[in-house]
């Protein structure tokens, strides 16, 4: 296992497209979160899934975002009709269940431009 | 909820000199973890040290210890020996005990320079 990858790494799409990223998790690890993260900022949580179930969703996530997470492997997050306001790096991150051992190991991010 | 405040937007040590990045954390819960994370350009953030809100002693790894102030919800992280692969983004991070499903909280993030 090579850690977390996301793909694709880079993305420009014209305003009002739709934009498909995924976001493959450490094999054994049942959370993943999806993060985004904008210029001089820190990365700022979105969603949290434990394996196929979506529990947690931020309120920066609009009706325009969705993510799934089916067999609870592999996750993908969609942004609708995107606005230049969604240029940002999406980071996605997977961690155990453990108590003793929450860090949580992210991938390299999808950079997303909206032209 | 969870706030974290990073006061340092940039930071400049010299090689193989002490620096020391700040950060103060506000949370209403009992049981918590810190963390500090790096970020360097262009590359995957990784941890680089944790600490139980629970547990005195303060956490080290190698170069890179912090100093826990519980009281005065303050986790600084000291980089000893300072080298030039440490140049990079250090965000400080929370994260409550409710299961992990609030994600971490992080800060704006300080920029370490390393001078030659």
């Known amino acids: 296992d090579t850690g977390v990858s996301q793909d694709p790494r880079h993305k420009i799409t014209k305003r009002g497209q739709n934009v498909t990223f995924r976001c493959d998790p450490i094999s054994e690890h049942n959370r993943l979160y999806w993060y985004r993260q904008t210029l001089g900022q820190g990365p700022e949580f979105l969603t949290y899934?434990?394996?196929?179930?979506?529990?947690?969703k931020s309120r920066l996530l609009s009706d325009r975002f969705s993510a799934e997470r089916p067999k609870g492997s592999f996750s993908t997050l969609e942004i609708q009709r995107t606005e230049q306001g969604d240029s940002a790096m999406y980071l996605c991150a997977s961690s155990s269940e453990d108590r003793l051992n929450t860090e949580a190991f992210f991938g390299q991010g999808t950079r997303l431009t909206v032209v | 909820a969870q706030t974290v405040t990073q006061s340092q937007p940039e930071m400049s040590v010299q090689e193989a000199e002490t620096v020391t990045l700040s950060c103060t954390y506000d949370?209403?819960?009992?049981?918590?973890?810190l963390f500090w994370y790096k970020q360097p350009p262009s590359r995957q953030m990784i941890l680089v040290i944790r600490q139980e809100a629970y547990k005195q002693q303060n956490a080290t790894e190698n170069r890179f210890s912090v100093n826990f102030q519980k009281a005065a919800k303050s986790f600084s992280l000291k980089i000893s020996d300072s080298q030039l692969g440490d140049a990079a983004m250090y965000f400080c991070a929370s994260l409550g005990s409710g299961g992990g499903a609030d994600g971490l909280t992080f800060g704006k993030g300080t920029h370490l320079i390393i001078q030659p």
């Open positions: 949370t209403s819960e009992s049981d918590y973890y």
């Open positions: 899934f434990q394996n196929e179930a979506q529990l947690e």
